[in-house]
T-cell receptor, first 112, second 112 residues
């Protein structure tokens, strides 16, 4: 079954803890993206990566970190420095020269 | 800087009524615009792009460069059209990849 998977679907975290969200794709896409979706805010770009071992900050990178050690994987860490981490997080990917991005099912993070 | 504006948070219509979801953009180059849709409990997916000039599920969108608009239209709304709709603008990077800037979204509710 091809596509993008995100895990877990729901995640609860205590304040002050770091947490890592998983994103995997088997579409052989070079580029991967992380967005945050909040009600009334649309999707905002956190980080993106165009190639393994390289990534760039998006519009709201503060309090987040990423790694891209493998083409298939682009995990996002929400650190304790992120002031308002409760949100729905979406991962996406696309191939070079292709504008259409394919999205994962999302992870809903709640900080207690 | 590129920007996408969707002025309506919610659009509520009756089945069979015409629908127009508004989208305006600002971009210094030649824009590439998309409409993405998120049905309840489904992942975000591409609905249509201005380059293809096709009609998907009865929806069309015309790029108007003079008015910097890309409104989504459907002559007769169906209940299954109820969803969150996002307008997005593609910004091409030198690498050949692109990032998407999303509007804040419009929730379309079609009542029987």
């Amino acid at each position: 079954d091809g596509g993008i998977t995100q895990s877990p679907k729901y995640l609860f975290r205590k304040e002050g803890q770091n947490v890592t969200l998983s994103c995997e794709q088997n579409l052989n896409h070079d580029a991967m993206y992380w967005y945050r979706q909040d009600p009334g805010q649309g999707l905002r770009l956190i980080y993106y990566s165009q190639i393994v071992n390289d990534f760039q900050k998006g519009d709201i990178a503060e309090g987040y970190s990423v790694s891209r050690e493998k083409k298939e994987s682009f995990p996002l860490t929400v650190t304790s420095a992120q002031k308002n981490p409760t949100a729905f997080y979406l991962c996406a990917s696309n191939g070079q020269g292709k504008d259409e991005q394919f999205f994962g099912p999302g992870t809903r993070l709640t900080v207690l | 800087a590129q920007r996408v504006t969707q002025p309506e948070k919610l659009l509520s219509v009756f089945k069979g009524a015409p629908v127009e979801l508004k989208c305006n953009y600002s971009y210094s180059g030649s824009p590439e615009l998309f409409w993405y849709v998120q049905y309840s409990r489904q992942r975000l997916q591409l609905l249509l792009r201005h380059i293809s000039r096709e009609s998907i599920k009865g929806f069309t969108a015309d790029l108007n460069k003079g008015e910097t608009s890309f409104h989504l239209k459907k002559p007769f709304a169906q209940e299954e059209d109820s969803a969150m709709y996002y307008c997005a603008l593609s910004g091409r990077l030198r690498s050949g990849y692109s990032t998407l800037t999303f509007g804040k979204g419009t929730m379309l509710l079609v009542s029987p």
